[in-house]
């Protein structure tokens, strides 16, 4: 009976420490601090050093960067994944965070749109 339990108990304990893809760092960029590819619904597909990311409204967004990249002296770059443009900011009032960024995506037209977008933080 032991020798049956053994492998089932190690198993379940392995399955317990295992970390969920979505709250892993699953995007390889050597180059950036923090970086992610983000959906229409303001949820990462890939990311790097993010803590937490959502959807304030149409067309905004608010990432919250990882504590161990200093968001105010970096370099931040955001781009539309369609056709229209994206801009940032850095500790907008609208995510109430700290360290965080604010994203504000754009139809061709002008008007706030859901649209994936990638942002970078140098």
């Not at 970390?19 to 995007?27: H, M």
């Not at 700290?98 to 754009?106: A, I, L, M, R």
């Amino acid at each position: 009976m032991r020798r049956l339990l053994t492998p089932v108990i190690t198993a379940l304990l392995l399955a317990g420490a295992a970390v969920p893809a979505a709250e892993a760092d699953d995007l390889e960029s050597p180059y950036t601090q923090a970086a992610a590819v983000v959906g229409p619904d303001g949820v990462p597909t890939e990311r790097k050093m993010i803590v937490n990311s959502w959807r304030v409204t149409a067309g905004q967004y608010c990432i919250e960067i990882d504590p161990l990249v200093d968001v105010a002296e970096a370099t931040v770059l955001v781009n539309s994944l369609q056709n229209g443009s994206a801009t940032s900011r850095k500790n907008p009032g609208t995510c109430n965070r700290p360290n965080s960024v604010g994203v504000y995506v754009f139809a061709a037209d002008g008007a706030y749109a859901d649209h994936g977008y990638t942002i970078a933080v140098l």
